[in-house]
């Protein structure tokens, strides 16, 4: 029967287009489960500036260019190991050292960069080395952005947070700082980008033979990879791959262990009969009593969070759902039938009728509501996370709808965040959906003439 | 619960074949009576021991008491000057005091039972930590207070929803296979998704994006003066959240019924009623919509009560001020009495309308037969 029915899916337009919309995220699971496995990802997501401090915040994925008339800027990174950064370095006299570093960076972008960074980082005995930061803008201005020496041996300079470059510039009150910059007339009340080529020159003086500098120059852009950025400047590709496996497993580990534990006790419950079918029918009652969800917001909220418990905790309390009644119908009329006759009087045992006689021959019909549950299951995660009850480490993609709402993703325009998690969700969800309702006319043939 | 229903009542004539009718019947209400008295016990009291994480939220609560003494005792500059022994026995009487007020002295098993009874009662008692809008620690208030909103919005929405999927599916199975039918049947995986979901995405387009809409809650902030200026603004706060339901619940609400309807008029005497010329409308009424009656009311009677429940997800989404939204903080700041109050009505509602379902199928349908000496179909 099942060899049947996969003859008969190919002929579901809506069945292969969901089949194949499930393959591809399996496929994309498996690849991100071998590529960030699981530690390293639950680092990666609690990683702070360290691992995410050249990206920049709450930036809109780089394909949003495609639909504007004004194109965002990506960020631009340097090192001042990198080839083609230029160096001069000089002996002025026995104590004196020039070290100068310049970057030079196109700027062809129609909007401003978000921020403008460098991180100096000096080795030294005594005297740390002085640091000059100076921009020479493509129309031959030059900006002094600060002078500074690198105590503690690293300092991250933000032009985001210079006043002083302000108060240099004579800028208007309240004017943003890297947007004057930036500007082809920094004092205009709309600002438009000087486009062209940038030098950032860091000139350095070193007070010791062995001291050295290095620097890093990150011009933070506003769109980044193929994903965005969220608040913390971590990178939504790790959270939207990460979510497929966690979704798909739970969705499947939840439906199937439900689907398979009430088809199993249902069996028990219909060949024992007397009081094992009595007391699973007043255990299915009781629970119908019981709220489910909140039970579940009272372990996240009492206990743990951990995605693991709550699968178990949710399994636990849908085993007993009205699956038990549909399957009880089902299972009772089953029991009438000659073959489990036959196999009574040959002597099979109990155990053997229920699991090798029963089961089996319920399970084709048992599979469409097994493939219509799991998303169920998925967004039932989904919904805990919104809660603020998400799993603390791992990145899901509930737990992104959950940070975007909470920092405010829609009031401040940022829709990516927002909407990519949810697309992922609904396709996911729609993809099972059509599966499930094709093989749902398949399994019953008495849908099938409809 | 209602298949149970039926099955009994199948079986019951071959055992009892004698006895008078209303003795039947009333033999049989007062077992399945007692039967749902003893679920509700069961679930309720569960619901307690959960709620109160089997005792475990009573440490909390003790710690709590704890605490918040030795605050006070540390921050009054009365106490400052006492040796600290006489300090430290100070604070231990004061939180035995305490303890024995709310009722924390006891183990918590008796305490569990003493819940229990209060609740079964509906002798709610008194929150912990949660007051209603107007300053009472009443339960019974708080519920009272929020219940309004949620059978406002839920009630219209699941209105709206059962009576336009009935009849929209009654519709498409009168022209099955037509543009419209196939079109709802395509749409039906939509409900894959819950309603929360399309809220959140309703709200980024309407209120965030177009910005005609509000975000959420159930009136502006100020309210506006006019009664039916106000009315116009609930209504405004209404759009949103119904659509969402609608959205997630309508297809796959039609494509059932549609597909139950199919099913029942392919049946044999739909067939003969046709083949005798009977007008549609009449062949609908009396051989489709009357067999299939007992189904339409009790999934039109589930609806209802799981309104009372609300939804709290859905309400969190748009701030919507009803009891799904009360559950949740309840559960947050471990309100126990709030949570097993909530709970307990709900559970009281399930029973009571399991059991008038019983009755309504026994006047509705007439194979369905409480023990009565009729023969059965």
């Known amino acids: 029967m099942l060899r049947g029915a996969w003859r008969e899916i190919r002929y579901y337009p809506s069945a292969m287009l969901g089949l194949f919309i499930i393959l591809v995220f399996v496929a994309v699971s498996i690849y991100t489960v071998v590529t960030i496995p699981y530690s390293e990802v639950v680092d990666l997501w609690r990683g702070g500036e360290a691992v995410w401090g050249d990206n920049p915040r709450l930036a809109a994925p780089e394909w949003v260019n495609y639909f504007r008339r004004t194109k965002l800027p990506k960020t631009i990174k340097m090192?001042?190991?990198?080839?083609?950064?230029?160096?001069?370095?000089?002996?002025?006299?026995?104590?004196?050292?020039?070290?100068?570093?310049?970057?030079?960076?196109?700027?062809?972008?129609?909007?401003?960069?978000?921020?403008?960074?460098?991180?100096?980082?000096?080795?030294?005995?005594?005297?740390?080395?002085?640091?000059?930061?100076?921009?020479?803008?493509?129309?031959?201005?030059?900006?002094?952005?600060?002078?500074?020496?690198?105590?503690?041996?690293?300092?991250?300079?933000?032009?985001?947070?210079?006043?002083?470059?302000?108060?240099?510039?004579?800028?208007?009150?309240?004017?943003?700082?890297?947007?004057?910059?930036?500007?082809?007339?920094?004092?205009?009340?709309?600002?438009?980008?000087?486009?062209?080529?940038?030098?950032?020159?860091?000139?350095?003086?070193?007070?010791?033979?062995?001291?050295?500098?290095?620097?890093?120059?990150?011009?933070?852009?506003?769109?980044?990879?193929?994903?965005?950025?969220?608040?913390?400047?971590?990178?939504?590709?790790?959270?939207?791959?990460?979510?497929?496996?966690?979704a798909l497993s739970f969705g499947l580990v939840a439906a199937v262990g439900t689907t398979v534990l009430t088809m199993i006790i249902a069996a028990i419950g219909v060949w024992?009969?007397?009081?094992?079918?009595?007391i699973i029918q007043r255990i299915t009652e009781v629970n119908m009593v019981l709220p489910a969800l909140p039970i579940l917001i009272m372990i996240g909220v009492f206990w743990t969070r951990s995605l693991v418990v709550m699968l178990f905790a949710i399994i636990a309390l849908s085993i007993f759902g009205a699956g038990i009644k549909t399957n009880r119908a089902i299972f009772l009329q089953v029991k009438a039938l000659p073959y489990i006759e036959a196999a009574k009087a040959y002597g099979a045992s109990d155990l053997r009728i229920v699991f090798f006689y029963m089961i089996p021959r319920i399970i084709p019909t048992i599979i469409p509501s097994l493939v219509l549950g799991i998303p169920s299951f998925v967004f039932l995660e989904a919904a805990l996370a919104l809660l603020g009850l998400g799993d603390p480490v791992l990145p899901t993609w509930g737990k992104i709808i959950d940070e975007a709402r909470v920092n405010g993703a829609l009031l401040q325009g940022h829709y990516y965040w927002i909407l990519e998690p949810t697309f992922a969700l609904m396709i996911t969800g729609v993809a099972f959906a059509m599966l499930g309702f094709s093989l749902d006319r398949i399994f019953n043939p008495r849908l099938r003439e409809l | 619960m209602t298949e149970q229903a039926v099955s009994i009542s199948v079986e019951a004539p071959k055992a009892q074949g004698g006895v008078s009718t209303w003795k039947r019947v009333l033999r049989y209400t007062l077992v399945r009576s007692i039967m749902l008295l003893v679920t509700v016990v069961v679930g309720v009291y569960l619901t307690v021991l959960i709620a109160n994480m089997g005792g475990h939220v009573d440490e909390i609560r003790r710690a709590m008491i704890r605490e918040s003494v030795a605050m006070r005792f540390q921050n009054d500059p009365t106490f400052k000057a006492l040796p600290p022994e006489a300090r430290q026995k100070r604070i231990e009487e004061e939180v035995r005091r305490l303890e024995r007020r709310y009722g924390l002295d006891k183990p918590f098993l008796v305490r569990s039972f003493v819940f229990l009874s209060q609740a079964l009662s509906l002798n709610l008692g008194r929150a912990e930590n949660m007051t209603s809008?107007?300053?009472?620690?009443?339960?019974?208030?708080?519920?009272?207070?929020?219940?309004?909103?949620?059978?406002?919005?839920?009630?219209?929405?699941?209105?709206?929803?059962?009576?336009?999927?009935?009849?929209?599916?009654?519709?498409?199975?009168?022209?099955?296979?037509?543009?419209?039918?196939?079109?709802?049947?395509?749409?039906?995986p939509l409900s894959a998704?819950?309603?929360?979901?399309?809220?959140?995405?309703?709200?980024?387009?309407?209120?965030?994006?177009?910005?005609?809409?509000?975000?959420?809650?159930?009136?502006?902030?100020?309210?506006?003066?006019?009664?039916?200026?106000?009315?116009?603004?609930?209504?405004?706060?209404?759009?949103?959240?119904?659509?969402a339901q609608i959205l997630s619940a309508l297809f796959i609400g039609v494509y059932s019924w549609r597909t139950f309807f199919l099913i029942y008029s392919s049946e044999d005497y739909v067939e003969m009623a046709k083949a005798k010329g009977l007008?549609?409308?009449?062949?609908?009424?009396?051989?489709?919509?009357?067999?299939?009656?007992?189904?339409?009311?009790?999934?039109?009677?589930?609806?209802?009560?799981?309104?009372?429940?609300?939804?709290?997800?859905?309400?969190?989404?748009?701030?919507?001020p009803g009891i799904g939204r009360t559950y949740y903080q309840a559960i947050q700041v471990f309100d126990t009495a709030v949570i097993v109050g909530i709970t307990v009505i709900y559970a009281y509602l399930l029973a009571i309308t399991v059991f008038l379902l019983d009755i309504i199928y026994a006047i509705v349908d007439p194979r369905v037969d409480v023990g009565g000496p009729r023969a059965t179909v």
């Open chain 1, 79 to 246: 090192l001042s190991t990198d080839p083609d950064v230029e160096r001069r370095q000089e002996q002025v006299d026995d104590n004196l050292w020039i070290d100068d570093t310049i970057y030079t960076f196109e700027f062809q972008y129609d909007e401003f960069p978000q921020d403008l960074a460098v991180t100096l980082e000096a080795e030294f005995e005594t005297k740390a080395p002085y640091v000059s930061v100076i921009l020479v803008r493509p129309d031959g201005e030059e900006i002094r952005l600060g002078d500074l020496s690198v105590k503690g041996g690293r300092q991250v300079f933000l032009v985001s947070q210079e006043e002083k470059i302000a108060q240099r510039l004579r800028l208007p009150e309240r004017r943003d700082i890297v947007e004057a910059i930036f500007a082809e007339d920094p004092k205009a009340e709309e600002p438009v980008v000087l486009k062209g080529t940038y030098q950032l020159r860091i000139e350095a003086t070193l007070f010791e033979p062995e001291s050295t500098i290095t620097s890093k120059v990150v011009v933070y852009g506003k769109v980044h990879g193929w994903a965005g950025t969220d608040h913390l400047r971590r990178d939504l590709s790790v959270a939207l791959l990460w979510g497929a496996p966690v």
């Open chain 1, 272 to 278: 024992f009969g007397g009081w094992v079918d009595s």
């Open chain 2, 279 to 320: 007008p549609p409308r009449a062949i609908e009424r009396r051989y489709i919509l009357r067999p299939t009656l007992p189904t339409i009311i009790t999934s039109f009677a589930l609806a209802l009560i799981s309104v009372w429940l609300g939804q709290i997800i859905f309400e969190t989404v748009f701030d919507w």
């Open chain 2, 193 to 243: 998704a819950p309603g929360w979901f399309y809220a959140i995405f309703l709200i980024a387009i309407f209120a965030a994006w177009l910005k005609i809409l509000p975000f959420g809650g159930m009136i502006s902030t100020p309210p506006p003066e006019t009664r039916w200026e106000y009315a116009l603004d609930v209504a405004k706060h209404l759009i949103l959240p119904i659509g």
């Open chain 2, 133 to 188: 809008d107007s300053g009472s620690r009443q339960v019974r208030l708080i519920i009272l207070e929020r219940l309004p909103p949620t059978l406002f919005l839920f009630g219209t929405s699941s209105l709206i929803i059962f009576f336009l999927s009935l009849f929209i599916s009654l519709h498409l199975s009168r022209n099955y296979g037509s543009l419209l039918d196939r079109i709802f049947v395509s749409l039906s």
